[in-house]
């Protein structure tokens, strides 16, 4: 069965990360420039929290808070749902499913290694149940 560590291995993109004081704008500027959903909040290397797009959405685009003015630490999701490299693919899945979430961090002693989507957790389902259905044609 999969895990969380094989598709780290395959992911080519770097680490994402903000601190927590900086604005919500600037983190939006990294996410766009990165094209990244959601940015992991750290201090020192330890993950504090993370920031999505439905952070923004929800916590300053309809509280009508001005997003140069509010500081990451506002709007930030503080209890992280995390995962470690020998975690399960399927076992991800269902944590998405159950916290209502589309990113997960994955830790090592606290430190965040990586990060893994929804959409990551998904290709890699598919691809490889069609590598099956071709081995068995």
């Not at 990360?17 to 020192?44: C, H, R, T, Y």
Request: glycine share 6%; hydrophobic share 40%.
């Amino acid at each position: 069965m999969r895990c969380v560590g094989d598709i780290l291995e395959e992911k080519s993109e770097r680490l994402v990360w903000v601190g927590p004081l900086e604005s919500v704008f600037d983190a939006l500027k990294i996410m766009n420039k990165e094209n990244v959903g959601a940015v992991l909040v750290q201090i020192d290397g330890y993950l504090v929290g993370i920031l999505s797009e439905r952070d923004y959405m929800r916590k300053v685009i309809l509280d009508i808070h001005a997003s140069r003015k509010t500081k990451v630490s506002e709007v930030m999701t503080r209890d992280v749902v995390t995962v470690t490299r020998s975690d399960t693919v399927v076992h991800c899945i269902a944590l998405t499913r159950k916290h209502h979430v589309r990113h997960l961090p994955v830790v090592e002693e606290g430190k965040a290694i990586g990060m893994i989507s929804l959409r990551d957790l998904f290709l890699d389902v598919i691809h490889h149940k069609v590598g099956e259905i071709r081995e068995d044609e």
